[in-house]
């Protein structure tokens, strides 16, 4: 598969022929592309001019063996590690070389919104996670010629991804970072991203996928469904959205819902389908077998779930802990829910930069 590179600057787009990047390559942040032409899909459909958004921060050692991969969650981008990347934080790009990348339909990255016809919006092809690792594998052998990654740090649909490159290449990950998300989604998620899923296509204007404008009714009702579940009982008892200077928990939803107004509604669902449909047992080989899977990784793994949360609740991570060889289990002490992983609580900001610097030394 004949694949390109293509760096992208605020100002100019640069394009770079060569497969292969230079080892001292210090992009510290520039929106990059790896082209990687007709992408064949885990469905058995094939993407064409498919590309993989990503960044990366400090420098590759001249053996290759500094790198550290952190794959996107749903709704966010390869911003959302920032607040574990820098000096004195867990991921130090003087230390390490650091790959973000962004999920395929996150709106960088090949997804609804920005592929012409015939797979635009709706008939955009359903993407799998291992997909996603795929995508990123090519990226990271062919683009980098790295042969074995330190580490895949990762939240949420992140983690789902870190998980999968435990099962999918075992001999090329040291260790994994799966935090607030786990190896497969359960019933109780699948049917919560139905009702999720349901705010956009309960709103007319969704028209099926081919909207002319924005779905802007089903977006602010998707921003309800997040808003109420993003973090915990206790957060609420406390009424700590006031923090964010929030008067009220109106005011709350309705400031949340800015955030999601920017998102487009196809790549939303297409996210939260390639979410409700992951397992890592339906990894080639495994015929199903969830936890053949799990005891078959070999990388130190470091499962950090949040104490509340509601996306995925602790009981499944600890469950997994049982079952990978040489798992350590590490609760989030946070009623912050899902969001102690995203960086807006500074005692959880401390937390996971201590616990993952720990677990590297």
């Known amino acids: 598969m004949n694949t390109r590179h293509v760096l992208l600057s605020t100002a100019t787009t640069l394009i770079c022929l060569s497969v292969a990047m230079s080892v001292s390559v210090t992009s510290e942040g520039d929106h990059q592309e790896l082209l990687l032409g007709n992408f064949h899909l885990e469905s058995g459909a094939t993407l064409p001019d498919a590309r993989l958004a990503y960044v990366t921060y400090g420098t590759l050692n001249t053996t290759r063996t500094n790198a550290i991969l952190l794959p996107s969650w749903y709704g966010g981008d390869h911003h959302g590690y920032d607040f574990l990347i820098g000096p004195s934080k867990a991921l130090d790009p003087s230390q390490y070389f650091i790959i973000a990348t962004d999920q395929f339909a996150d709106g960088l990255s090949s997804s609804p919104s920005n592929t012409p016809p015939p797979f635009a919006g709706p008939d955009f092809p359903q993407i799998a996670i291992r997909d996603n690792v795929s995508a990123t594998h090519q990226l990271i052998t062919e683009v980098f010629g790295i042969e074995r990654l330190v580490a895949v740090v990762g939240f949420s649909m992140g983690a789902q991804q870190a998980l999968q490159w435990a ?195």
């Open 167 to 361: 099962v999918s290449h075992p001999e090329m990950v040291d260790a994994i970072v799966a935090y607030c998300g786990n190896a497969k989604e359960y019933p109780f998620g699948i049917a919560r991203l139905e009702g999720a899923k349901a705010s956009i296509t309960a709103d007319a204007a969704w028209d099926n996928g081919r909207y002319s404008e924005p779905p802007e009714t089903g977006l602010r009702t998707l921003a309800r469904h997040w808003a109420a579940w993003g973090t915990s009982q206790e957060w609420w008892r406390q009424e700590l959205f006031r923090q964010s200077g929030a008067n009220s928990v109106e005011d709350w939803v309705r400031n949340s819902e800015g955030y999601w107004l920017t998102k487009d509604a196809n790549n939303l669902l297409s996210q939260a389908v390639t979410w409700q449909t992951h397992n890592v047992g339906d990894t080639p080989g495994f015929n199903g077998d969830f936890e053949g899977a799990l005891r078959s990784i070999q990388a130190r793994v470091l499962l950090m779930p949040s104490a509340t949360d509601l996306y995925f609740p602790p009981e499944d991570a600890e469950y997994e802990s049982t079952l990978i060889p040489n798992a350590e289990f590490l609760m989030i002490p946070s009623i912050w829910g899902h969001r102690a992983g995203i960086g807006t609580n500074p005692a959880d900001v401390e937390f996971l930069n201590d616990a993952i610097k720990q677990f590297f030394e």
